[in-house]
C-alpha cells in the first residue's frame, strides 16, 4: 500500500462520503420516527397489510416482515438503507479506475514509480475506508433512531447486531463488481448510469422474490444474501448465501487485480 | 552504454497498428530526436517504455531492467512530460507537486521551488483555474522535480508561447549538461534540429532510420542552385539528381552521388550565383515520406 495514495484517494471521496452518511442518516432517524405510530397501531396495519395482493407485499419486501416490532420495523426502513449502500458502493466501485482514465489523470498516476497493484490496493483500502465511515454513520444512527423512538422496548440485541454487520459484506460486493465491470467494458463513460443500473438491477431481482417462487436468479443479488426481515426475525444468515456472496466479491476482486495489471492505459485520441 | 534498448518491438490495439518491429538504442547523455507525423506511433513508443500499455512482442529495456516487469524500478529514475497534461482538478498546483514529489525517495522541494519559479508558475492556484500552457507548465516541473536521469518529451512545446519555449530548451539543455539522457519526440523537426544529436525517424509504425543528424544531413542529398545565363536543364539531369526545375534563370535541384560530376557540368557555365547546401531536417524527412 502507499499512503500517499490512500490519503488523495479518501479526500478526493470525501465530500461524497460526508453528503451519503449524513442523507442516510437523516433516512434513518426520520423513516424510524413514525416507528411508535406503526407499532402502536400493530393490529390495524397488519389489517391493511392483509388486504394486499400477496405480489404487491413481495415488491416491498413486506410478505414476510412483522412491522409491529421494534426491529420489524427497522428492517424494512434498512431495506432502502441497503439500496443506497448499493449505490454508493457501486459507485466507488464503478469510478476506481475509470474516473482517472476518462479524466485523464491515470498518466499521471502510472507514471509514478509505483506498481499497478500497489496502486490497485491503496484505492480499494481507501474506498473501504470511505465505506467504513458510512457504515459506522449507519450504526450510531440506528441506535440513536431506537433510543429516540422506541425508550424501553425490548428487542433481540444480537439480531439487530447481526444485521448491522451485513453492511461491511453487502458494501464490498458492490464495490468490487462495481470495479471488475468497469475493468471488462472498454470504457466507462459516466459512472452513475452503472452505479444506479447495478443497484436499482440487484433491489429489483431481489423483488422477484416470491412473485415467481424458488427462481434461482434471485439467488445472485446480496439484498437476498442479507436479508433483513430474514436475519432480524430468524436471529440467523443463511450460511450458503453469504458464503457466495463473500465468493463473489473475493473473485471479482482477484479478477480486478489481474485484468488492471493486464490493462493498457490509451492517450488522448 | 545504452540507457534504452527497444528490440523488435510490436504493438497492435486489436487490429489497428501502433508500431511493429521497431529497434533502437538510446545512449546515456544524448539527446534523441524521435521525429514523424502524427500517428506514426511516437507515443506508443514512449507509452510502452513507460509500461502504461504492453508490448505484443519484442522487448524493451531502461536502464538494464525490462518495461514490463520492473515498470516501479525504472521510474523511480524517469521524468516524463506528455503532449497533452491533464492533472486532478481539484487540487492546487502546490498540492499536486507535493503529492508527486511524495513518490520519490528523496526531498524535491528545493528544486521544485527553483523550477517553479524558473518557469514562472503560481503555486497557489486550482489546476482548473489555469490555461492550457500554464497546465503545461505545471507538467514540465512535475517531470522535472525529482531531478530524473532520463527524461522523456512527448511533443513538449504544443501550448507554450515562444518564450516558454526558449526558457523549456535551456532547461533541457542544463539536465543535458547535467549529464540527462533524453528522449525527444516530436513532429516539429526545427526543434529536434536544434536540440538533438541522433535521431530516429518512425513512418507507419516502423522506424525509417536511425543515424547522427549530421551524417544524416551530409550522407543525404545536397541542394544545389545555379544562376547563369543560358543555362539548359538537360546538361544537369544527371544520375543522382532529382526534382530539376527552372524559373527564371535559376536552376535548382537536389543531388546525391560523387558531387564533382555536377562541379564539371558547371564550370563550363558562366554563373552570376551557386550555393550548395545542406538540406533541412524537414526536407530529409520530406524526401523519407515521399517514398512511401
Known amino acids: 500500500m502507499n499512503r500517499h495514495i490512500f490519503r488523495h484517494e479518501f479526500l478526493i471521496r470525501l465530500r461524497s462520503v460526508i453528503t451519503w452518511s449524513l442523507s442516510l442518516a437523516l433516512l434513518i432517524i426520520l423513516f424510524y420516527s413514525f416507528s411508535p405510530v406503526f407499532i402502536d397501531e400493530a393490529a390495524l396495519m397488519n389489517q391493511v397489510l392483509a388486504n394486499f395482493p400477496p405480489q404487491m407485499k413481495a415488491v416491498f419486501g413486506l410478505n414476510n416482515m412483522d412491522l409491529a416490532t421494534a426491529l420489524g420495523f427497522f428492517s424494512f426502513i434498512f431495506l432502502f438503507v441497503q439500496l443506497c449502500l448499493a449505490i454508493q458502493a457501486g459507485n466507488y466501485g464503478f469510478g476506481l479506475v475509470s474516473i482517472e482514465e476518462t479524466e485523464l489523470t491515470a498518466d499521471f498516476l502510472l507514471t509514478r514509480p509505483v506498481s499497478r497493484t500497489q496502486i490497485l490496493t491503496s484505492k480499494l483500502l481507501a474506498a473501504l475506508a470511505s465505506l467504513a465511515l458510512t457504515n459506522a ?133 | 552504454m545504452c540507457i ?20 533502437f538504442g538510446v545512449e546515456q547523455g544524448e539527446i534523441f530526436g524521435f521525429i514523424g507525423p502524427n500517428g506514426a506511433g511516437k507515443s506508443t513508443t514512449i507509452r510502452l517504455l513507460l509500461s502504461l500499455i504492453h508490448p505484443t512482442s519484442g522487448r524493451a529495456t531502461v536502464f538494464g531492467k525490462d518495461v514490463t516487469k520492473d515498470g516501479p524500478e525504472i521510474r523511480k529514475d524517469i521524468g516524463y512530460l506528455p503532449s497533452e497534461v491533464y492533472y486532478y482538478e481539484g487540487m492546487k498546483v502546490i498540492d499536486l507537486l507535493k503529492y508527486s514529489a511524495s513518490f ?58 515562444p518564450l516558454m519555449q526558449r526558457k523549456f530548451f535551456d532547461l533541457v539543455r542544463q539536465e543535458n549538461a547535467r549529464g540527462v539522457t533524453v528522449f525527444f519526440s516530436s513532429h516539429i523537426l526545427g526543434e529536434v534540429q536544434r536540440m538533438c544529436t541522433r535521431v530516429g525517424i518512425i513512418r507507419e509504425g516502423r522506424i525509417a532510420e536511425v543515424s ?79 517514398q512511401a
Open chain 1, 137 to 269: 454513520v449507519i450504526w450510531i444512527s440506528t441506535f440513536i433512531a431506537i433510543g429516540l423512538f422506541q425508550p424501553g422496548r425490548d428487542f433481540e440485541m444480537r439480531n439487530l447486531l447481526l444485521l448491522l454487520a451485513t453492511i461491511l459484506p453487502f458494501q464490498l460486493f458492490f464495490l468490487s463488481v462495481g470495479l471488475i465491470v468497469s475493468l471488462l467494458v472498454r470504457r466507462v463513460r459516466s459512472v452513475t448510469p452503472y452505479a444506479l443500473g447495478l443497484g436499482f438491477g440487484m433491489y429489483v431481482l431481489n423483488s422477484l422474490n416470491g412473485i415467481f417462487d424458488e427462481v434461482a436468479i434471485e439467488w445472485i443479488t446480496p439484498f437476498k444474501h442479507f436479508d433483513a426481515a430474514a436475519i432480524t426475525t430468524t436471529g440467523s444468515y443463511d450460511t450458503r448465501l453469504v458464503a457466495l456472496n463473500l465468493a463473489v466479491s473475493l473473485l471479482a476482486l482477484v479478477l480486478s487485480y489481474w485484468r488492471y495489471n493486464q490493462r493498457d492505459v490509451h492517450a488522448v485520441s
Open chain 2, 4 to 23: 534504452i534498448e527497444v528490440e523488435g518491438l510490436t504493438k497492435y490495439y486489436g487490429k489497428s497498428r501502433g508500431i511493429v518491429d521497431v529497434s
Open chain 2, 104 to 161: 520519490f525517495q528523496k526531498d524535491c522541494t528545493q528544486r521544485m521551488q527553483e523550477l517553479s519559479e524558473y518557469m514562472e508558475l503560481e503555486l497557489n492556484r486550482r489546476i482548473s483555474d489555469l490555461s492550457y500552457g500554464n497546465k503545461k507548465k505545471v507538467g514540465i516541473v512535475q517531470g522535472l522535480l525529482h531531478s530524473p536521469s532520463l527524461l522523456f518529451l512527448d511533443e513538449p512545446t504544443a501550448g507554450l508561447d
Open chain 2, 212 to 290: 547522427d543528424i549530421k551524417t544524416l544531413q551530409q550522407n543525404n542529398y545536397k541542394k544545389v542552385r545555379i544562376v547563369a545565363e543560358g543555362l539548359d536543364p538537360q546538361a544537369f539531369d544527371l544520375p543522382g539528381v532529382t526534382n530539376l526545375s527552372k524559373e527564371n534563370g535559376t536552376l535548382s535541384f537536389f543531388f546525391k552521388g560523387n558531387i564533382n560530376q555536377v562541379v564539371q557540368q558547371v564550370s563550363a557555365l558562366q554563373l552570376s550565383d551557386i550555393t550548395i547546401e545542406e538540406p533541412t531536417l524537414e526536407e530529409i524527412f520530406m524526401h523519407y515520406y515521399e
